[in-house]
């Protein structure tokens, strides 16, 4: 795993994490997700893909998702 998805779990906190997928390039989609996501108090966003493939903004997905 990466260093970003590791959670230490001898601490006694919560985390709250968020996990998306299929979104199949659909931009309006995944802007609707990150601007509820942004209105939560979540710790970190969990990807699991297919997130430009078959769909009108692949390019743009991507920017996005790089951000």
């Given at each position: 795993?990466?260093?970003?998805?590791?959670?230490?779990?001898?601490?006694?906190?919560?985390?709250?994490?968020?996990?998306?997928?299929?979104?199949?390039?659909?931009?309006?989609?995944?802007?609707?997700?990150?601007?509820?996501?942004?209105?939560?108090?979540?710790?970190?966003?969990?990807g699991l893909?297919?997130?430009?493939?078959?769909?009108?903004?692949?390019q743009r997905m991507?920017?996005?998702?790089?951000?």
């Amino acid at each position: 795993l990466g260093k970003h998805l590791l959670i230490n779990i001898t601490e006694r906190t919560t985390h709250e994490i968020a996990v998306i997928s299929d979104l199949h390039g659909n931009y309006y989609a995944l802007a609707k997700v990150l601007a509820f996501l942004r209105s939560q108090e979540i710790d970190g966003i969990i990807g699991l893909g297919d997130f430009v493939t078959d769909g009108p903004f692949p390019q743009r997905m991507m920017r996005v998702l790089r951000e």
